[in-house]
Each structure stands twice: as structure tokens, then as C-alpha cells.
């Protein structure tokens, strides 16, 4: 079965040091992974993604994402993280064997003073 | 310009009303999505459309009817909802269909009540 994880259900870090939100996945076929953010009472916002070619991505708000091959993980980093980069993370990936995106179960993210 | 937009924001309805979801975009999207969404959990999908036709139906109650009159506007009637569909409804396009790599791009979804 095709499947994304996220292993972990919140993510606690302080202002300014880096943080790393989890992302593994299970997908046939040469996979294409997101990463959306989602504030209280919004819709998904769009990161980044792999689609293909260098295995760092860069995204939005500083953002970036390294995708694993043999650890068919997908993790989204970010160097100094801010107060207000707390909200909901989810990774999404699939293939053209899926057919649709297939949601992680989310991350809390929480940065505090 | 990414922008999907919805109405209404908010939504109260009864369970023995009718009512409609609204979604468009301006963006040359040929894929549009809904998607429902339970408090701090993934969205679940619900329909796809594909070049104005539905393509995926993710096996939802006969009580939720998609409509998608063009390629700019998506519609979700409701009729005799049960307050559990109580949720954030997440409306989202991609430029072509979900067998590819497009991104999808969310609006900021309408929160529906059920009394």
C-alpha cells in the first residue's frame, strides 16, 4: 500500500535554533513529494517539492527539504527557526501509479520565545 | 497570482436544508479538488475534476454533489447533512490532473456546521 508518514505529532523548538519535521514515504514508481503549512482556520499553503533533479529543494519562508532515495525520506529543514513558522505541517507525496495525493497525518510545529 | 477562492467562509446549515459551496479559480487549472478536512487532520478527498469531468468520486454519500459548470468554478451542493460532516471543506486545483506531478494549490476552505 502507498503511504506517507510523519512520525512525529509535534515538533517542539526554540526561536532561532534550526528545526527538522519528518517526512518518510512509500511510493511505487519515481515519487513526487510536497510540503504544504497550514495556519489555524486556513487552507494548505505550498512549500516546496521534489519532483526530480537535486536531491535539496528550497522553498518558501526559507524552507528546504532533502529528498533520501535509499532512506525514502523527505525531511523539511529550516536553518533558524521564527515564532511564527508555528501552524500545521503535512507532507503529500505520489507517483503516476497513485493517481492522487497521499496526506501524512501532520506535524505540529510549535516555536517558542 | 496562485489564488483559489471560496464561499462563503463560514456555513450553518441544518440537516434538512440545501445549500452550496462555491469554488474558482483564474488560474488555467484544468484539475480542481475537494477535499475535507477534520480538525488537525489531513484532507481526505473527496471528488476530482479533470478537464470539467469528474474523474474521481472517493466513494462519498449521494447527500454531497459536485458540480463543475467550467474550467474557472467548482460547485459542492449540500442536502440533508448529518453534523458529522462538520469540517473545514478545502477546495484545490492543479493545472492538469492528479496522475501528475502538478502542484495543487488550496483556497481557504468554507467551515461548514451541521445542526
Known amino acids: 500500500a502507498q503511504s506517507v508518514a510523519q512520525p512525529e505529532d509535534q515538533v517542539n523548538v526554540a526561536e532561532g535554533n534550526p528545526l527538522t519535521v519528518k517526512c518518510t514515504y512509500s511510493?511505487?514508481?519515481?515519487?513526487?513529494l510536497f510540503w504544504y503549512v497550514q495556519y489555524p482556520n486556513r487552507g494548505l499553503q505550498f512549500l516546496l517539492k521534489?519532483?526530480?533533479?537535486?536531491?535539496l529543494v528550497k522553498g518558501s519562508y526559507g524552507f528546504e527539504a532533502e529528498f533520501n532515495k535509499s532512506q525514502t525520506s523527505f525531511h523539511l529543514k529550516k536553518p533558524s527557526a521564527l515564532v511564527s513558522d508555528s501552524a500545521l505541517y503535512f507532507c503529500a507525496g505520489g507517483s503516476s501509479n497513485t493517481g492522487k495525493l497521499i496526506f501524512g497525518q501532520g506535524t505540529t510545529l510549535q516555536v517558542k520565545p | 497570482d496562485t489564488e483559489v477562492t471560496q464561499t462563503p467562509k463560514h456555513l450553518v446549515m441544518g440537516m434538512t436544508n440545501k445549500k452550496s459551496l462555491k469554488c474558482e479559480q483564474h488560474m488555467g487549472h484544468r484539475a480542481m479538488y475537494w477535499y475535507k478536512q477534520k480538525a488537525k487532520k489531513p484532507p481526505e478527498l473527496m471528488f476530482v475534476y479533470s478537464y470539467e469531468k469528474l474523474s474521481i468520486n472517493e466513494s462519498v454519500p449521494s447527500r454531497f454533489s459536485p458540480e463543475c459548470p467550467n474550467s474557472s468554478l467548482l460547485n459542492l451542493h449540500l442536502h440533508a447533512l448529518q453534523p458529522e460532516d462538520s469540517a473545514l471543506y478545502l477546495c484545490?486545483?492543479?493545472?492538469?490532473?492528479?496522475?501528475?506531478?502538478?502542484?495543487?494549490?488550496f483556497g481557504p476552505g468554507t467551515r461548514l456546521t451541521v445542526l
Open positions: 484545490a486545483s492543479s493545472l492538469f490532473d492528479p496522475g501528475r506531478s502538478d502542484t495543487q494549490y
Open positions: 511510493v511505487s514508481g519515481n515519487p513526487y
Open positions: 521534489y519532483i526530480t533533479g537535486d536531491n
